[in-house]
């Protein structure tokens, strides 16, 4: 099968090659790729970026595994040993193991979902990692109906959704955004749009009862004082580069939060069938919509790559077809 590969980090060790086609093991699914999301997670795989995380991604000389890739949408090929919710012909769409920029991907039955029968495959690629981020921050957040809440980087992969889920929840959604996101984010929810070209959302009083960071731009100080007291800040930042990226102020923000009158919570959003199936409903009542801003073949998989790393992506999500 073809699939993008690596056997190193690096952009320049990236490329479409030629791979055995995976087997499924015990408790894991076949599926034959139609459509697979992008995400920052892609481009820290590729890059190696930020340099301590190296050994989580597979080791200090390349990654693992060697296929880019965590989100599909395709058709079950065949089922592994003990795997009974799926079988050969299913539609289904979620978190692969082995990598989804290929023809052909494995996945944990766990991990996936049946596709919801309102979306393509194109829009339902879309959705598992950053739509299950969402999900799970809000969640955390026990975020309840009439709560004020502030979404930054609100026109990108999580932020769109997240303004979606917090919006069909009932709570008063602020999306921060661009210019060229501002209508989108609105018709998405939010019942403010903050240019951030224009005004700045960390100014003023204090007015919200929880605030979701997608994107480095404020320093989490800043927006702590916009949270009312007993406010929280929900943070998830993984644009920085370097030796430790943004782990320093991750790691060191909820231990300065016990001096202040707000919480600080990071979240490790975690790969859920079950979580995909709520999604899946979400879908069906019409109060979720992914938002693809452009698709790539597997060829220009690379490219796709290149354009959520860093601050480089900021409109929905990016997919590569391989149907």
């Known amino acids: 099968m073809r699939a993008l ?7 320049d060790a990236l490329a479409v090659r030629e791979v055995p086609d995976p087997v499924p093991a015990e408790g894991q699914v076949l599926v034959q790729v139609h459509a697979a999301g992008v995400n920052p997670y892609d481009w820290h795989y590729a890059a190696g970026q930020p340099l301590i995380a190296r050994p989580t991604l597979g080791g200090l000389r390349g990654p693992r595994p060697t296929v880019r890739g965590a989100d599909l949408s395709g058709v079950v090929v065949e089922a592994g040993p003990g795997v009974t919710a799926f079988g050969p012909g299913d539609e289904v769409y979620g978190f692969g193991t082995s990598g989804t920029f ?28 950053a739509a299950v981020t969402a999900l799970q921050f809000l969640r955390a957040a ?52 903050v240019d951030y070209t224009q005004d700045d959302v960390t100014a003023g009083e204090p007015r919200f009862d929880v605030v979701l960071t997608n994107a480095g731009r404020y320093p989490l100080r800043a927006l702590g004082r916009v949270l009312v007291p007993g406010g929280l ?14 782990m320093p102020e991750l790691v060191v923000a909820p231990l300065l939060s016990r001096l202040r009158p707000y919480r600080i919570v990071n979240v490790t959003a975690t790969p859920s069938g079950e979580d995909l199936a709520v999604l899946d409903g979400m879908v069906a009542d019409g109060v979720l919509l992914p938002i693809v801003s452009a698709t790539y073949p597997l060829e220009r998989a690379v490219d796709a790559v290149r354009q959520v790393a860093g601050h480089g992506h900021a409109r929905g999500k990016l997919v590569v077809t391989l149907r």
């Not at 590969?5 to 952009?11: A, E």
């Not at 769109?160 to 959604?173: K, L, T």
């Not at 800040?233 to 943004?246: I, Y």
């Open 233 to 246: 800040l929900l943070a998830n930042d993984g644009s920085r580069e370097g030796l430790l990226g943004p």
């Open 5 to 11: 590969t690596q056997d190193r980090y690096g952009w």
């Open 142 to 193: 026990e975020l309840t109906a009439g709560q004020n809440i502030a979404i930054t980087g609100a026109g990108g992969g999580i932020g769109h959704f997240a303004v979606q889920i917090a919006a069909a929840w009932g709570a008063n959604v602020t999306g921060v955004c661009g210019p060229r996101n501002a209508a989108m984010v609105r018709e998405l929810g939010a019942s403010e749009v």
């Open 102 to 129: 290929a023809e052909l991907a494995l996945a944990d039955a766990g991990s996936i979902s049946r596709k919801p029968v309102d979306l393509a495959h194109v829009e339902a690629a879309a959705m598992p990692m």
